[in-house]
Every structure is written in structure tokens, then in C-alpha cells.
């Protein structure tokens, strides 16, 4: 008995013990929260929470080396270790360009300052959200078979055409050694057939970089390029010829497929190497290519010359006539062919386009071939950013022991100094004017003749003087340097790998990554694009073809509708006539002026502009708004666009030079019945022409940055400067704001820059929102008097959305691995998530606010009762008190009145 009363006094003292040392663990646990929540000064802090800076994207890209495995045009076999110093100079991170916006344009800046692309009080309007964005690049190199080289080499000998149909050549006046015939291949049908080989290596979904060296098909006082359609001596042949010309557009195209090679090859599965070994692949695909239309090429040349061409179906003829190419195309082409030879048989005013050595395709990919040209193009007046023949790395030579014979004289070291070409010619003349210079400079009137700087630099000058036949390695010598001068000197392979970075760089930069307008490009699931057409004639229809082709229009604008997006289109016609407000603010915004201009030959003239004032037309439009017209949402955006058709005697342009100017509330876009107005860029010494009736090019550019975020592919940001710079490198191929094309079509990869624009958008919006909530609660104080707004604030709901919030930030920083749906879905999650903390954050502050509210009226109230209480015992203390006191005196005084007795 005595046992169990033991064990339960036991019992209760261990319960006692538990008891106690839980209270006391929830006071340490309570102490605890209490010292994090005063040491954390704020709410932001104790939450652990810090503003946003940025983000980065992941994005991939492959290079492809075809020809450098010594079987190219110089021999150059590019070996791992070349490839592995190359890498180590390509930058994998790059920061997200914003251009400020100042009306940018589908077109060019002709003005030799590019401040006029950027208005300071535009610029100010401008709120910067989300600073910081940045790329990670990852880049691949892709090693193939020589075989593909071998394939493409024979593509170029099948393919190749002169541009001169008969035998004379441009530059008769020019030396015989600057005489240059040239040739070109159809742009398109070489691509598809890179495209071919892409899709057989599952490549198509990342951006490709071809850089090629194949051997020249041409000879060597002769020049390639690659354009498409034909040049200007063979579209003036097909126009006047009568024999097969087609009317009906429609029966041509019937039957025409969209691909020229096949593409439907085994896909291999995705490496995430970095430098990939596919020659074994890429051998397959070659392999395969040839069983499939070897055949062909024999029998293409069989059934022409049989003049069976239903039973043709690879290649254009060699050296056949302009006619007999166009029936073949007529019979065995793709659609956008087919639609070519339509044009040309029924327009008389069409141009050839530019010759060049690069094109961008139509889909996430871009070749230059190094052994094409001489090429140039750009601005005719400023020449900023202008792309030259200097612009790409040239070959470095390498010594053979025996050359082929021809008229050229022969170098030291076997190799034909006819190689050298013209811009050798005038590297060379650059450094005999400079060695002069420096003689004239230090020692033709100096005393140190004798010095040995002087020695080696009469020594150089009497070689160039003297030798008239200089071998490769002397020209290495006398322009890329020594590679004994010190080994600061880069030798030709060092300089050539050098360039070549310079073209990957410049591709990431105007095609992978190019900077967007400051201009909101949120994503909207319905686009309603607004047209109105305003014009002051009747002659003809502006919106009809060959005029602003508004199908067309449509057609191209719906390649950047994403699957779940929406485009609408309304169209309404106001003709001036019937609208004299309308007619009088048109009036108001038309402007002329005197400006000078160069022509073709190289002339300077004074030209005669008459121009709308954008800016005027934008205010005059504004007073005249609708206000019936739908309004934005948040699911909808208006795109106004304003069509001004003119039919003077004289062309209208919008700011003196623009076909199409984007604005920051609208688009306008300018028409006037001229089929060729020479414009202000020139290519290979020939001016480009736009047709003024159609200004659908310069107009497709303009609205897809309104919308989209495009920018002209040759504009580049100068964070150095803080201004716009140039580089006309890249702005080539058919898209609508390539200016050595007149087709237009965007590609795959704009439609990439969109969709990646939207994303960027999304990041910026959500971690300026993330970052005013983080704010927010930085205002809430932590302290002893407010801690129990620990249990008032839904601390747990924030970060558990905050925690959401991340995660989809994660998720949409890997895109590329996000089928579109999945991309939309993850943007609107985080719309809703940044929402949801933005109400919780605003909730945060309004319950601490009316804590402190709460707080100090109950101090108040407490004080006033306590100031009360205290009046309420003062009169009864001073009673009682007195009571004390007279009772105090009353005994005090009798007694000392009690009388003595004796």
C-alpha cells in the first residue's frame, strides 16, 4: 500500500514536471518569436521576404561549322582546340535591351544622329518595371559529316544562274581586274534544304547559326550571292514574253506544295551537349537525301532537254532560258514561287531584290556563307551601321603546292594573287598611305633616319613600291601582322576566329535576342485591329490588290496568333469629301520641305518633300476620337490603325522617309499611287525601290510593334551612349522589316520573340507587383507594442502564395521546354497569384494601421480612466483625512485638559 501511494505521489511529481517544462518550452518558444519578431524591425524582414532585382531565361542556340574540315574554300579545318578557345570568348550571359520609345518605325533612320529615334519626354513618360533581365545563353556547336558540304556544293554548281542574260557585265568602265560577274541562288530552295537537314537532326525547335565555306561555283573573277526571284534582265525578258502568260492566279498555284526537299527523315533524339559529335547522323541524313533525289537530278536535266517537264521535279534547269525556267516553275514550283511568277509576268515595275551572302529564313534558323560576294548594303547618305564586304572575316590563305592555271599571276607560295580580290586591293593601298603617312610624320625631316623604327619602315614602303607580285604570306605580314612581331599579335587564324565570334555575337543580338520597345506588350487573348481607311480620291480601291493588299494583310498578321488568341478585324472608309473636320485636320498635319538627297550615281540632289507630321495627325486624331469605339480590357487590346490614301502627282511619306510609323496609341500608314520610289538604301551600288501603292511591308512591321514588341532588325541599343545605334548585318531575308527583300512573311523565330516578349512582360508586371507588396510590409514595424499582429496578418497565406509565385516564376524561366498552352496557363496562374499577394499585402497594411489605431485610443482611453478613478478617491481620501485629523485633535486636546489631582 505504502508502494503504490508511493509511486503515485511518483506519478503526479513527473506530471508536475511535464507540465512545468511544457509551459516553459512554450514560453522560451513564445520569448523567442517575440525577440525575432522586435530584431526583425519590419514585416518584409521577419517574413524573410527581399525585392525582386530580375530573372533570367534560358535560351539555347547551335552553331554549325560546314566546310571547315579542310575540304572548304581555303582548306580551314577547324579543330577541337579551336573550338574550345572560341567558346571561352562567347558570352553566355546578356542582359535585356529596352529601347526608349519615340515613335520607332517599320523603315530607317536616314539623320546621321540617332537621338532622332528618342524623344526625352517620351523616354520620362516611360515607367521602368522589373529591371535587371537577362539571358542565359547556351551554346552548341554541331560537328557534321563532310558529306553534307559535298551535298550543298553540288546544290550550289545545280542552281547557280548569271544575272546577266546577255553577256555584258555591269562596270565596263572599271579596270578588267574589278569586273565581277555575277551569279545567285535561289535563297529559298537552299534553305529548305538546311531546313531538311535540321529536321532530320530534331534541331528545329532552337535558333541555328550556319556559317559556311564551301568551295566557289563560280570562278575566281567571278561573284555569287543569294536572292530570290530572278534579276532585272530577266524579269524585263518574262514581262514582255506573251507565250505561257497566266491570268488567273488561282489555277497557277493549284497543285504547288510549300517545301522544296523532302523533310520527313528519321529525327534523332536531342543532345544537351556542348559540343556535339553528328557526323555519323548527319552522314545518315546525307545518305538518305541522295537515295531520295540523286536520281532527280539527272533526270531534271534529261526531261528539259526532252522538254518533257511533267516529268521534272528537282532543280531549276542550268543555264536555260528565263522562259523555260519560268514554265518549269509554273508546272513544278511551291506556292510562294508560283505566286512570284504571276507578279512578274503582269507587273512591269517590279525590281530584282539584293544580292547578298546571308539570308534568315523563314524558320529559327540564319546561314552567311563566307565564300560568297563581295556584298554591300545600307543607308546611300549616312552609311551608319552600313554592311560592307569588310563586315565578315576574310579567309585566312593557306600555301598549297600547286595552284590551278589561269590569267592571274602566281605567288611565292602557289596561290593565285587574283584571290586577293578588290578589298585587298584597298587594304593594301590603306597600308602603303599609312606607312607613308608615318614617314612624311617622323622621319623624312628627322635626324633619325638611322633608328631602326625608321630602318624597318623605309624598308617596308621600298617592298611595297617594288614588289608588284606579293605572295600570301607577305600580304598575312603587311596586314594581320607578323606573327614573330610580339606576342601581343594576332596571327590570321586568331583574327579570323576573332571575326567569327563578332558574327555569332551580332546574330544573337539582331536575330536570337534583340531589344524590345519600351511600349506595353502584355499578353491579350483577343486583338482587334481597327482600320480605318481614309482617302481623298475615287480612282482607285486602297485596300484591294496590287494596292494594300488586305487579305494579305490579315494572312500575315494571323501567323502571330498563338492558339488560344483571338484576332478580330473591322474596316471602315471615310473619305475626305464627306468629312471636313477630318479633311481640315489632315490639312493641318501636311507638311513640305527641301531636303538633300543621293542618287544613284552619286549625286547630290535637292528633293521636293511633301510629308505628314506624325505627331500633328496624332493630336488632330485624338480631338476627333469616337467615343463609342470599344475601349481596352483587361482580355482585349484595340490596335487603331489609320490607312491615308492619297492619289497626287507627287509621293506623300509619313516624317519625310517613313511608309509606316508606329505611335504610341496608334499606327499610321501613308499610300500614294507611285509603283517605284527610290528610297534612301542602296545595295551593291543599286538603289532599292519601294512600290508607294502597297505599303503592306512597312504596315505589317509597324502593328507587329504595336502589339508584339518587334523592332526593326538593323536598330541596336547602345547602353554605353544611351542611344540608338546601327548594324546592318543581319536585316536581310523576307520579313517585313528586312529592306533587301520585297516579299514579306514573318518567320517562326519573330513569332518566338513575341511569345518572349509576352513572358518578359509577365516577369516585369509580376516582380514590380511583388516588389510594391514587399514595400508594403517594410512600413509595418515590428515591436513590443504590436506583436500581436502576428495573429491579425494571414502571415501563412502570404507565403504560401509567395512560395506559388516563385514557382511559376521557375517555371516559365524554362519556356522552351513549355508547349504554348502550358506557357499561357503558367501566366495567367501568376497574374492570379501576384493579385491574390498584391490584396493580402494591401490587407497587411490596413490591419497594422488600424492596430495602431486601436492601440493608441485604448492608451488613451486607459489614461482618462485612470485620471478619473483617481478624481473619484480624492474627495473621500481629504474626508477620511480630515476625520483622522479633528478626531487626532479632539483626544489630543482632552487630555491634556484633564485636571491634576493630588
Avoid at 530580375?54 to 579551336?82: A, H, P, R, W, Y
Avoid at 567569327?500 to 535576342?513: A, C, E, K, P
Avoid at 482580355?635 to 504610341?664: G, M, R, V
Avoid at 514557382?807 to 522552351?816: A, F, M, R
Wanted: glycine fraction near 4%; proline fraction near 4%.
Amino acid at each position: 500500500m505504502k508502494w503504490i501511494n508511493a509511486s503515485y505521489v511518483l506519478m503526479v511529481i513527473w506530471i508536475m514536471i511535464q507540465w512545468s517544462r511544457g509551459e516553459g518550452m512554450k514560453m522560451n518558444e513564445e520569448e523567442e518569436g517575440k525577440k525575432e519578431w522586435i530584431e526583425a524591425g519590419n514585416l518584409a524582414k521577419y517574413l524573410q521576404l527581399e525585392e525582386m532585382n530580375g530573372i533570367s531565361l534560358k535560351v539555347e542556340m547551335n552553331v554549325i561549322f560546314i566546310g571547315f574540315n579542310g575540304d572548304g574554300q581555303s582548306k580551314l579545318n577547324l579543330n577541337e582546340k579551336f573550338l574550345s578557345n572560341w567558346f571561352s570568348h562567347i558570352q553566355h550571359k546578356k542582359l535585356h535591351s529596352v529601347i526608349p520609345f519615340q515613335s520607332f518605325h517599320s523603315s530607317f533612320d536616314s539623320s546621321s544622329s540617332s537621338s532622332s529615334y528618342y524623344d526625352q519626354k517620351e523616354g520620362e513618360r516611360i515607367e521602368k518595371k522589373g529591371n535587371g533581365m537577362e539571358y542565359e545563353l547556351s551554346i552548341r556547336v554541331l560537328q557534321l559529316s563532310p558529306l553534307v558540304n559535298t551535298l550543298l556544293e553540288d546544290h550550289l554548281y545545280w542552281n547557280i544562274r548569271p544575272e546577266d542574260l546577255q553577256g555584258k557585265t555591269e562596270g565596263l568602265d572599271k579596270p578588267e581586274e574589278e569586273v565581277k560577274p555575277k551569279h545567285y541562288i535561289n535563297a529559298n530552295r537552299f534553305s529548305s534544304l538546311l531546313f531538311s537537314l535540321l529536321n532530320h537532326l530534331n534541331e528545329t525547335n532552337r535558333f541555328t547559326l550556319f556559317i559556311l565555306n564551301p568551295k566557289s561555283p563560280v570562278q575566281s573573277h567571278e561573284m555569287y550571292g543569294y536572292r530570290n526571284g530572278f534579276s532585272d534582265d530577266e524579269l524585263s525578258e518574262l514581262f514582255k514574253n506573251d507565250e505561257f502568260k497566266s491570268k488567273d492566279v488561282e489555277n497557277l498555284l493549284s497543285g504547288a506544295s510549300r517545301d522544296v526537299f523532302p523533310t520527313d527523315a528519321p529525327k534523332k533524339e536531342i543532345s544537351k551537349e556542348r559540343v556535339i559529335n553528328w557526323v555519323k547522323q548527319s552522314n545518315e541524313w546525307a545518305k538518305w537525301f541522295l537515295s531520295k533525289e540523286r536520281k532527280k537530278i539527272v533526270e531534271t536535266e534529261q526531261c528539259i532537254d526532252n522538254g518533257d517537264l511533267d516529268t521534272c521535279s528537282f532543280l531549276l534547269p542550268l543555264n536555260k532560258s528565263i522562259i523555260e525556267v519560268a514554265k518549269w516553275i509554273s508546272k513544278k514550283g511551291t506556292i510562294k514561287e508560283k505566286e512570284y511568277i504571276f507578279e512578274a509576268q503582269n507587273d512591269p515595275h517590279l525590281h530584282e531584290e539584293c544580292l547578298v551572302d546571308s539570308w534568315v529564313t523563314q524558320h529559327r534558323f540564319a546561314f552567311i556563307d563566307l565564300t560568297a560576294g563581295p556584298i554591300d548594303f545600307g543607308p546611300s547618305i549616312t552609311k551608319q551601321g552600313y554592311r560592307s564586304p569588310q563586315s565578315i572575316p576574310y579567309l585566312p590563305v593557306i600555301s598549297v603546292k600547286k595552284a590551278p592555271q589561269n590569267h592571274t599571276h602566281k605567288s611565292e607560295g602557289g596561290i593565285e594573287s587574283s584571290s586577293l580580290s578588290q578589298s585587298r586591293y584597298e587594304l593594301y593601298q590603306s597600308e602603303k598611305y599609312l606607312l607613308d603617312s608615318f614617314w612624311n610624320q617622323f622621319c623624312e625631316h628627322s635626324k633619325q633616319r638611322d633608328d631602326a623604327f625608321c630602318k624597318d619602315l623605309n624598308e617596308q614602303i621600298s617592298f611595297l613600291n617594288l614588289n608588284k607580285t606579293i605572295s600570301n604570306e607577305k600580304w598575312d605580314s603587311l596586314l594581320v601582322g607578323d606573327a614573330h612581331e610580339g606576342e601581343n599579335e594576332f596571327s590570321a587564324e586568331e583574327n579570323f576566329s576573332s571575326q567569327l565570334g563578332h558574327i555569332v555575337s551580332s546574330s544573337i543580338d539582331q536575330l536570337l535576342l534583340p531589344p524590345t520597345s519600351s511600349l506595353r506588350h502584355d499578353f491579350k487573348s483577343r486583338l482587334q485591329f481597327q482600320i480605318y481607311v481614309i482617302k481623298n480620291h475615287d480612282s482607285f480601291n486602297p485596300i484591294a490588290h496590287p494596292y494594300f493588299h488586305y487579305e494579305d494583310f490579315k494572312l500575315q498578321l494571323s501567323k502571330l496568333k498563338f492558339p488560344n488568341q483571338e484576332f478580330s478585324f473591322m474596316v471602315k472608309e471615310i473619305s475626305l469629301s464627306s468629312d471636313a473636320k477630318l479633311s481640315l485636320a489632315l490639312r493641318t498635319s501636311m507638311k513640305s520641305s527641301i531636303d538633300p538627297k543621293l542618287s544613284s550615281d552619286g549625286n547630290y540632289l535637292s528633293e521636293t518633300k511633301l510629308y505628314i507630321d506624325s505627331k500633328e495627325i496624332q493630336h488632330q486624331l485624338e480631338e476627333l476620337e469616337d467615343s463609342s469605339q470599344p475601349i481596352e480590357s483587361t482580355f482585349q487590346k484595340i490596335i487603331p490603325i489609320f490607312l491615308l490614301s492619297f492619289n497626287y502627282e507627287y509621293p506623300i511619306l509619313i516624317d519625310k522617309q517613313y511608309q509606316a510609323k508606329t505611335l504610341d496609341n496608334m499606327v499610321l500608314i501613308v499610300q500614294s499611287n507611285f509603283h517605284s520610289y527610290e528610297s534612301q538604301v542602296t545595295c551593291n551600288g543599286k538603289p532599292i525601290f519601294w512600290d508607294l501603292r502597297n505599303p503592306l511591308k512597312a504596315a505589317l512591321g509597324a502593328v507587329s510593334t504595336y502589339f508584339g514588341g518587334l523592332l526593326p532588325v538593323h536598330l541596336k541599343w547602345d547602353e554605353a551612349a544611351k542611344s540608338l545605334s546601327q548594324d546592318w548585318m543581319w536585316s536581310i531575308g523576307e520579313n517585313p522589316f528586312s529592306q533587301t527583300s520585297l516579299r514579306y512573311s514573318f518567320s517562326t523565330l519573330q513569332k518566338d520573340i513575341i511569345l518572349r516578349n509576352y513572358i518578359l512582360a509577365a516577369f516585369n508586371d509580376s516582380i514590380y507587383q511583388v516588389n510594391q507588396v514587399v514595400r508594403e510590409l517594410t512600413h509595418i514595424q515590428c515591436g513590443e507594442q504590436n506583436q500581436h499582429l502576428i495573429e491579425m496578418i494571414p502571415i501563412e497565406s502570404i507565403l504560401e502564395t509567395m512560395s506559388e509565385v516563385e514557382q511559376l516564376w521557375l517555371t516559365l524561366k524554362d519556356y522552351t521546354q513549355l508547349e504554348s498552352l502550358q506557357i499561357y496557363k503558367t501566366i495567367d496562374l501568376l497574374t492570379q497569384n501576384v493579385e491574390s499577394l498584391k490584396h493580402m499585402g494591401k490587407l497587411s497594411l490596413d490591419v497594422s494601421q488600424l492596430y495602431q489605431c486601436v492601440h493608441s485610443d485604448n492608451k488613451s482611453n486607459s489614461e482618462l480612466q485612470k485620471r478619473t478613478y483617481v478624481n473619484w478617491l480624492l474627495a473621500p481620501s481629504l474626508v477620511i483625512n480630515a476625520f483622522i485629523i479633528l478626531f487626532w485633535f479632539y483626544f489630543s486636546k482632552r487630555k491634556s485638559q484633564k485636571t491634576k489631582v493630588n
